[in-house]
């Protein structure tokens, strides 16, 4: 049973345009989420997090925002570079005995064109 | 300059072999953890452990193992109990301290014929 699932496997974007990546999750018990970008044969590297007190947190060019009622959070990527072209992990941290375990989604490839 | 190591960056194997996959970090993290990166399934989670000496399964431990004796070291070994070992494996600690982020090494690619 997937906790945390990102349902679209690809997005294309144009270069500057926004990049919107989506994740969604069913565990309640979710209390900090992390997105992680990945470039081919590398390990990932974190990128943006946000805590269930708050609904949005931006670095940058980065913005993740959190809907917590609908279980649902974003990253918005602006303008997007083609740099930006990677596979994005949606994570996720449960509260309690289990924070030390991140939860992933199955992953979105960006394709950012010039 | 500190960081998790991973090495070698490609293996290759045997059928039936046992085969370690060698993990270090500098980074005085205490909790390490091992995942499996398949095509589509995104990071699926094997071992992990909190402290030297102390490990717990992920959730797909079967046909794998793990030691941590050392804070820095926390080898995987792949069983040939593995029914799909060939796969792109990856280690990661975290600053129990802060435990918000986990820091990912560069991931070993194990193939096996």
């Known amino acids: 049973d997937q906790q945390v699932k990102q349902n679209s496997p690809s997005l294309s974007v144009q270069e500057g345009r926004i990049s919107i990546l989506n994740c969604d999750y069913t565990?309640?018990?979710?209390?900090?989420f992390l997105w992680y970008k990945k470039y081919p044969a590398e390990g990932p590297t974190f990128l943006i997090s946000?805590?269930?007190?708050?609904d949005k947190n931006e670095d940058g060019r980065f913005t993740v925002f959190l809907n917590k009622s609908a279980k649902h959070l974003s990253l918005h990527i602006v303008p997007s570079q083609p740099g930006d072209s990677a596979v994005y992990f949606c994570?996720?941290?449960?509260?309690?005995?289990?924070?030390?375990?991140?939860?992933f989604g199955k992953g979105t490839l960006l394709t950012v064109n010039p | 300059d500190g960081g998790i190591t991973q090495s070698p960056k490609y293996l290759f194997r045997k059928e039936g072999q046992n085969v370690t996959l060698s993990c270090e970090q500098n980074?005085?993290?205490?909790?390490m953890y091992w995942y499996r990166q398949d095509p589509g399934q995104g990071l699926r989670l094997i071992y992990y452990?909190?402290?030297?000496?102390?490990?717990q399964k992920g959730d797909i431990a079967e046909g794998y193992s793990v030691s941590r004796e050392k804070k820095e070291s926390f080898p995987l070994t792949v069983t040939s109990a593995q029914k799909n070992p060939t796969a792109f494996y990856l280690c990661?600690?975290?600053?129990?301290?802060?435990?918000?982020?986990?820091?990912f090494g560069p991931g070993t690619r194990l193939t096996v014929l």
């Open positions: 946000i805590s269930s007190i708050k």
């Open positions: 565990n309640s018990m979710f209390d900090y």
């Open positions: 994570a996720a941290r449960e509260s309690g005995g289990s924070n030390y375990k991140l939860t």
């Open positions: 452990s909190q402290i030297v000496n102390d490990f």
């Open positions: 980074l005085n993290h205490d909790a």
């Open positions: 990661a600690s975290m600053d129990r301290a802060h435990y918000n982020e986990q820091f």
